[in-house]
């Protein structure tokens, strides 16, 4: 038989005592629990100014070597191994070295039907008078090519570095490249009146002549480019700028490098596929000869000068 | 004469050649189209190329110029190399895609052209590396290849960058030093450029006994210069910072392929230049081993101890490196195929990893930090499940990438009858759990629930950012794929091996 129990008699029981605990109301240990929202986590000004320092003092202390001994036994390790790692790989090399075949031996491995082909056949099959010429822009012509983007490609990372192309954040950085010299001044003026006309024919003859002597597209594109800058130096940005700005350059650049890529690709084309290339090879020695060396030579050459200049002018004013 | 197919590889290069020049003539907005175009169609050329190369069941040799070999430059195209290049080219234009919003943040007005010139001679150099038959043509790709990651990593300019990139160009350019150096030896002993024909060589010089001490030096030098331009254990240094600190697209570009690129390019010289069996014999092997296995645990511990996420996705980049030169060093053919399903399940698991992480951390106040990630998943859908894809994949759970890989490195370890076998499965195992603590503990984090935080989360929909959420979906598709079918890419893997001897 179930009786109902008076209030009282329930505030009695364990049951009660437990669901009063469960509910946080009452703690049968204590009296009323006391439920305090918990402070927000407030630094004083002097405490927080005090531990940057310290971690400053830290930071700076952490690559003290008198301070840290980590880094000081480092440092005495790095000292002793270095030399010897080097005298190590030195040494292997040495050892390798020696067991190469003799310099200028006749039956060395590199004296094979390589080199006789580039040799005797060159003239022939190029129509470059210089061999080298015929080696680097005919025979591999493919590494040649990939060798005149890397020097593109040096030219936009430097860009990436230093180009700044908006004119007011230059004006802000102050990037005038005449702040520290003397302006217009008459000996360098007057000696580069004289020279660059000269450097800019020697370099143009090396270009053109590149099939028939020494020289090439990357040597006469670095004499181009050296006449640009002493014109540079010499008369300021502002005369350099009526014939040869961004516009031209970027110009100029592009058109070379592409010009260059659609003879690379005609040749090989032509050739892989062993389709006539129809490119006339003339007399060896006669300045209109051998075939594609000729206008490559002058592309490579434009493209070198005008990468020199680019790195010139990007270190000096951060703008073409 | 030839089929017209087979001018591809050569056409292929020379378009990403022409797409970086001519970017530096357009601005921003149509270097990126001509861009996408490119990639889109050097895919497409991959893919018809692959498909001719099966049919046809032999690799071809391409004469670039008017010269045969060994005096003129010629590419070479089998079923590995045209599965390859169609790997990167999916893998560089998801990456660009899924990363391509950054770029519009994190680069420098007038600057965007630029990043499109370093990436499309990149591609080039990619290709290139992979189809060269010629050494010092593969010199010359190394050398773009260098430079243009360089700029990669320093066009988001900031310090952390710019030292990232220095250190990159010295640690890189070292490497290159040495594949040259051991070029020189090469030339100087065998008088060859050409693959086919320094191996030739290089046989004859191994049955004779001539010049034993310097081809061990060149192999040395080579494997060396390679490993350290692709991030061996010890030469990983330049590795955190530079993955962890540039842009998005850069990072996924820069883990999955130019670090691949190089490994690729040692596996070629591995088989077509000094040859298998030379290599087996040399003790070079061994020491690569060893490395691996080294990194396959200090990579792991290093990144159990990041506190940044894009960090201690760099680091586990370590420990994945140190699985592909283990698989080298056990010196069967097994182990070479495990290695090479590896590079691409590597692949397509770490830029899909580096994206979402992205992704994350866009939601977390631009913060990689472990702390402020809590809870992002919620907050970005995409990204939280796209990571959590990527890291099973890395962790090596069934029906993802990553399992296929380990299983088969576990499988060439058990055959090998040599002293590798043990250490290789207790290595395996033991680097399989720390991935799992690493992997899993970001897992939990980014998937508890935290209260809103008004100045740090943020929220984005699939509908905020349709493209990325697409490239992300096509990275989870890819790495299931890779995980589920992988029989026939095996095939194509094992074939590709054949044609390469």
């Known amino acids: ?320 | 004469m030839l089929d017209f197919v087979q001018n591809f590889p050569c056409f292929s290069i020379l378009l990403c050649m022409f797409a970086g020049i001519i970017s530096s003539a357009l601005n921003g907005k149509s270097a990126k189209l001509l861009n996408r175009c490119v990639l889109i169609l050097i895919t497409v050329m991959s893919a018809v190329l692959l498909v001719y190369l099966v049919g046809k069941g032999e690799s071809f040799v391409y004469v670039a110029g008017s010269f045969p070999a060994p005096w003129g430059n010629e590419l070479r195209a089998g079923v590995l190399e045209a599965g390859m290049a169609l790997f990167f080219c999916i893998i560089m234009l998801l990456s660009l895609l899924g990363g391509g919003y950054k770029l519009d943040l994190e680069l420098e007005h007038g600057k965007e052209k630029l990043y499109y010139i370093m990436i499309n001679l990149l591609m080039s150099s990619l290709l290139a590396l992979i189809y060269t038959n010629d050494m010092f043509t593969a010199y010359v790709f190394v050398e773009i290849n260098t430079i243009s990651a360089c700029g990669l990593i320093m066009i988001r300019q900031w310090g952390r960058t710019i030292e990232a990139a220095t250190r990159y160009m010295i640690m890189s350019l070292l490497g290159s030093g040495l594949l040259l150096m051991g070029l020189v030896f090469l030339y100087g002993i065998t008088g060859h450029l050409l693959m086919s024909n320094i191996h030739t060589q290089v046989v004859q010089i191994a049955a004779t006994e001539t010049y034993r001490v310097p081809l061990m030096v060149t192999i040395a030098l080579i494997c060396v210069g390679l490993a350290i331009k692709s991030a061996l254990f010890p030469f990983h240094n330049w590795l955190p910072d530079a993955y962890g600190y540039s842009t998005v697209s850069s990072a996924a570009i820069l883990s999955s392929l130019v670090s691949k690129g190089y490994i690729f390019l040692l596996i070629k010289i591995i088989y077509r230049v000094i040859g298998f069996n030379i290599i087996q014999d040399s003790k070079v092997i061994n020491i690569l081993f060893v490395f691996g296995l080294a990194g396959m645990i200090f990579g792991s511990l290093s990144a159990m101890k990041e506190k940044d996420i894009r960090r201690m996705i760099a680091y586990s980049s370590v420990a994945q490196i140190g699985y592909i030169y283990m698989g080298f060093g056990l010196g069967t053919t097994a182990g070479m195929i495990a290695s090479i399903f590896h590079i691409i399940s590597h692949a397509a698991s770490k830029s899909l990893l580096f994206v979402s992480a992205a992704g994350l951390s866009d939601v977390s106040g631009d913060s990689t930090d472990f702390f402020d990630l809590t809870g992002a998943a919620y907050r970005n859908k995409a990204a939280g499940a796209a990571f959590t894809v990527g890291s099973l994949s890395m962790v090596g759970l069934p029906l993802f990438a990553g399992f296929i890989s380990k299983l088969l490195f576990a499988q060439a370890a058990a055959i090998s009858s040599s002293w590798k076998m043990l250490p290789t499965l207790v290595v395996l195992a033991l680097s399989t759990i720390l991935n799992a603590i690493y992997f899993m503990k970001t897992v939990v984090r980014i998937y508890t629930p935290v209260k809103w935080n008004a100045v740090l989360h943020s929220k984005v929909t699939i509908k905020d950012n349709p493209v990325t959420a697409f490239a992300l979906f096509l990275f989870i598709v890819l790495n299931i794929l890779l995980g589920m079918c992988s029989q026939p890419v095996m095939n194509l893997i094992n074939s590709g091996l054949h044609m390469f001897a």
């Open chain 1, 1 to 320: 038989m179930s009786r109902k129990r008076s209030e009282k008699e329930y505030q009695k029981t364990a049951e009660f005592h437990f669901r009063r605990w469960l509910e946080g109301s009452k703690d049968p240990f204590l009296d009323t629990v006391e439920l305090k929202p918990q402070k927000k986590f407030a630094e004083e000004d002097a405490v927080t100014k005090k531990r940057q320092q310290e971690l400053n003092e830290l930071r700076l202390a952490l690559y003290d070597k008198n301070k840290n001994r980590v880094v000081k036994g480092f440092e005495v390790l790095y000292k002793i191994c270095s030399p010897l790692f080097c005298i190590l790989i030195i040494g292997a090399l040495l050892i390798a070295v020696s067991f190469l075949p003799p310099e200028g031996n006749a039956s060395n491995p590199v004296n094979n039907e390589v080199e006789a082909r580039y040799l005797e056949a060159g003239l022939q099959e190029t129509g470059a008078v210089n061999s080298v010429a015929g080696m680097i822009l005919n025979y591999r012509a493919f590494d040649t090519f990939g060798e005149t983007n890397v020097l593109y490609i040096a030219t936009c990372c430097v860009m990436i570095l230093l180009l700044v192309e908006d004119d007011k954040i230059r004006n802000k950085l102050q990037l005038n490249d005449r702040e520290f010299e003397p302006r217009n001044d008459v000996i360098l003026q007057k000696v580069a009146m004289l020279l660059v006309p000269i450097v800019f024919m020697f370099g143009i003859y090396v270009m053109l002549n590149g099939h028939l002597g020494p020289g090439g597209g990357f040597a006469g594109g670095a004499m181009v480019g050296a006449g640009l800058i002493l014109y540079v130096s010499a008369y300021g940005t502002k005369k350099t700028q009526r014939f040869f700005n961004e516009k031209i350059y970027t110009v100029i650049k592009v058109t070379a490098l592409c010009l260059y890529g659609l003879l690379m690709v005609y040749f090989y084309y032509t050739g892989a596929n062993g389709l006539d290339n129809h490119i006339p090879l003339g007399i060896p020695g006669n300045i209109l000869s051998s075939g594609l060396i000729l206008p490559i030579n002058v592309l490579v050459g434009t493209e070198v000068a005008c990468t020199m200049y680019a790195f010139y002018a990007l270190f000096r004013r951060g703008d073409v």
